[in-house]
């Protein structure tokens, strides 16, 4: 079965080339052996959420691609952060859809058109804010870890384990893999989405892991690529950027969108 969960992760970056090799992010940690250790270690040190987290604010682009690999449209991801109950997140194609989204205290809203934001792009917010599951979900659950080679470049890929202590084999979800010197997230999924997100030139920001490319990647096909392009913290908050529109409603359904 580990032989097949190799061949899958090869397809992955045969599919998008390979992972760039990632120079220190700067914050130096010991990486646990043991799985579980590792994996709460990698939940605080990558998203921008969490405890000890100053206001901030993001801006990057994006392109999407067709079934052929041809880009079929382009725009912004912009997100205002104050707090894990207090933000919001704009997404901007240039044709098809313009949503934003607002988290207060009635819930998560959103105004904006009917079309809906595309799939890949509603889960990259989770991978600016919160690539990992949240420790105390962590804390309850088991994982197994292998070491994975591909391209000359050297990760540490951790699976969750069913309630039997097994694997299903395969690149199941969730699995997350790390640079093998740091816990600098590299490779990322999410439950209830088949992407897989390849996260590329990683840097140090309020002593978490931040990446400046993201690539999504669906059977062996990139359908979204993600560009950050501005990223500073909110010294002043303006309460304005945080008020929902009139014509704000509730979401029926947050399974794709940062909550």
Not at 32 to 37: A, E, H, L, R
Not at 39 to 60: D, Q
Not at 117 to 145: C, D, M, Q
Not at 208 to 228: C, F, G, S
Request: with cysteine.
């Amino acid at each position: 079965m580990r032989a097949r969960t190799g061949g899958l992760l090869a397809l992955v970056f045969a599919a998008v080339g390979v992972l760039a090799q990632e120079p220190s992010a700067g914050l130096a940690a010991q990486m646990p052996m043991d799985p579980k250790q590792l994996m709460l270690l990698a939940a605080r040190t990558n998203g921008l959420s969490g405890e000890g987290v100053k206001p901030w604010h993001l801006r990057a682009s994006f392109t999407l691609f067709d079934a052929n690999g041809s880009a079929s449209d382009q725009g912004t991801l912009e997100i205002s952060w104050a707090s894990d109950q207090r933000y919001k997140i704009a997404y901007t194609g240039a044709t098809t859809f313009s949503q934003t989204y607002y988290k207060t205290k009635k819930g998560l809203l959103v105004s904006g058109q009917a079309s809906p934001v595309p799939a890949s792009l509603g889960w990259v917010s989770n991978e600016f804010v919160w690539p990992i599951l949240p420790p105390e979900i962590l804390k309850e659950l088991r994982f197994e870890r292998r070491t994975e080679v591909t391209g000359g470049l050297t990760l540490v890929c951790l699976t969750l384990k069913d309630p039997k202590g097994s694997t299903r084999g395969g690149f199941q979800i969730p699995t997350y893999c790390l640079d093998s010197d740091f816990p600098v997230l590299r490779i990322g999924t999410h439950e209830g989405d088949f992407h897989r997100y390849l996260r590329n030139n990683c840097f140090s920001f309020q002593n978490r892991y931040v990446p400046n490319d993201i690539e999504a990647v669906l059977a062996q096909r990139t359908d979204l690529k993600v560009h950050l392009e501005d990223l500073e913290v909110l010294k002043t908050i303006n309460e304005a950027i945080f008020e929902p529109p009139p014509d704000a409603h509730p979401v029926i359904s947050e399974d794709n969108r940062t909550q």
